[in-house]
């Protein structure tokens, strides 16, 4: 059975960039017990965080994910640390995984930065415990941004060298699914950058809570150029801002490019971003109000995510345990 995995951190609201670059396109893919979401808590803690925030920031996304249409009914939800046997994986994986391997990951390079010695050994491995997220299921699709490509290949290598050590067939190989049009929405002031809930700016990004007034006004503050909007594709080449713009409307609308630059190609940046702002609060506000409806009852969102481990768990027990069978761990009964 072809099983489909995927996580997202509760570091902060969701972003645009996370709607349309994950989120939504997890929707069409709930198919009951075969697919898996979760709020990955225990990569959060990778870095510091405030508990209390923690805890708000994963019941916080939870309802995110159900108000973009996650419907705990449809598909397994849940928290990642509910479900113990990721952790018990993720040590099996630590043992098996190369540092000469871990070395060579950009993303801890790009977030430990000239601190590297004062990073968390948790950082480190943080790609040991991905590869240990999908495995317990043994999920064989993950809906991925091409940033965590490289994670996705580490998965597949401990799984090969695990498989190999133990003389099994055990994991099976992952294919990432790589995301297309808007899979990396970008910084609205900065072109070259990734939309993300950690950019010092509030003004980057525009967040799934933000009201009508709060996304016109960071739409209307976007950083473009002088230049109108160009008729074609080929005239973003060299303008990322535009090319971030334009990419957002075509996205939010179900359009295209080139459809979007066939009607409004020509127009300078001031009208066109008025009609960008409105596609955008037409599309979110629906998303805002329920969950806000969540979020006031709490319980409700809890009393998922319990149900989601608990289906999670009876999937993932088997796995694991027959991983640390072939490992040489007794067993506990």
């Given amino acids: 059975m072809q099983r489909v995995f995927s996580g997202i951190q509760p570091s902060g609201i969701p972003t645009l960039g996370n709607y349309l670059g994950a989120i939504r396109n997890w929707v069409p893919m709930q198919n009951g017990d075969a697919s898996l979401f979760c709020v990955v808590d225990q990569h959060a803690i990778t870095v510091w965080q405030d508990p209390k925030e923690l805890a708000r920031q994963t019941r916080e996304m939870a309802a995110a994910l159900i108000a973009c249409g996650l419907d705990p009914e449809r598909c397994i939800l849940f928290v990642q640390s509910h479900v113990p046997a990721h952790a018990r994986l993720a040590w099996i994986f630590n043992c098996v995984a190369r540092i000469g391997w871990l070395n060579r990951m950009t993303q801890f390079k790009d977030k430990a930065g000239k601190d590297r010695e004062g990073a968390s050994v948790g950082l480190y491995v943080y790609p040991n415990l991905m590869a240990a997220d999908i495995h317990t299921y043994h999920a064989t699709q993950v809906p991925v941004g091409d940033d965590q490509k490289q994670h996705l290949e580490l998965a597949n290598d401990i799984a090969q060298k695990f498989n190999h050590d133990y003389g099994v067939e055990f994991f099976p190989t992952i294919e990432p699914l790589i995301q297309g049009v808007a899979a990396r929405v970008m910084s609205l002031r900065d072109g070259s950058k990734k939309m993300s809930k950690s950019d010092p700016s509030d003004q980057s990004r525009i967040n799934l809570t933000d009201d009508a007034d709060t996304v016109a006004l960071k739409i209307r503050r976007a950083k473009t150029d002088p230049e109108p909007l160009p008729s074609e594709t080929r005239g973003l080449e060299a303008r990322p801002e535009a090319r971030n713009l334009v990419g957002i409307l075509a996205a939010i609308t179900d359009s295209t490019a080139d459809a979007v630059l066939s009607e409004h190609g020509g127009k300078g940046f001031g009208a066109f971003k008025e009609v960008l702002a409105e596609a955008l609060v037409a599309k979110l506000s629906p998303i ?3 969950m806000k409806r969540l979020l006031d009852d709490p319980a409700t969102v809890d009393a998922a995510l319990r149900r989601g481990a608990g289906k999670a768990a009876g999937i993932a ?17």
Avoid at 317 to 333: N, S, T
């Fill in 317 to 333: 027990d088997p796995i694991v345990r027959r991983a640390e069978e072939l490992v040489g761990f007794l067993p506990a009964r």
């Fill in 288 to 290: 805002q109000a329920e």
